[in-house]
């Protein structure tokens, strides 16, 4: 790769990773950890060095982490990764079922919003608002909009995870 292509591609991804960062909402206050003094050292320090694996550079992308409660003795969540164009949306939307070690999760795309909030959830469903960006096709101008949906599967009675998942537009 010539370095003026590879400096662009660089400056690029630190581009998008500024937008990232920028759409990150402050912790609550009820969250935040309560204020302590500042522990003491009592042994040496152990270095520790970058992650060379791949796949660390993926979980890293997950800025937003929901884990769904009721789902019985089922794992699930949801979960965004940032990608796309920060401009317009940019957080892949993702509800996962934990399989089994052996298999690990199975994941599926809802789609791509600014945001989205849990309005409710049992057992084979979460309600979700989502807020996401528009554009006019005429104008170019970009919008915003808030819609609901309903994210559903099917409970299987052996525990298995879904083969599918519904996304249903709600009021």
Known sequence: MKPVTFLAALLGLAACD?????????????????AAAPLTAAGPAATVQPDADEGQQWAAAVVELTPLTRQGERTVKLFGTAGGDPA???????????DSPAEGWRVFRIGDFLDYRVLSEREGRVD??????????????IGSRTRRVIVGWALATDGSVPATVTVTPAQ
């Open 18 to 34: 500024a937008q990232v960062e920028s759409r990150k909402a402050a912790v609550p206050a009820e969250r935040a950890a309560p």
């Open 88 to 98: 317009m949306n940019g957080l892949y939307t993702h509800v996962a079922f934990f």
């Open 128 to 141: 979700l608002e989502l807020n996401e960006s528009t554009m006019d096709p005429a104008s170019g101008e």
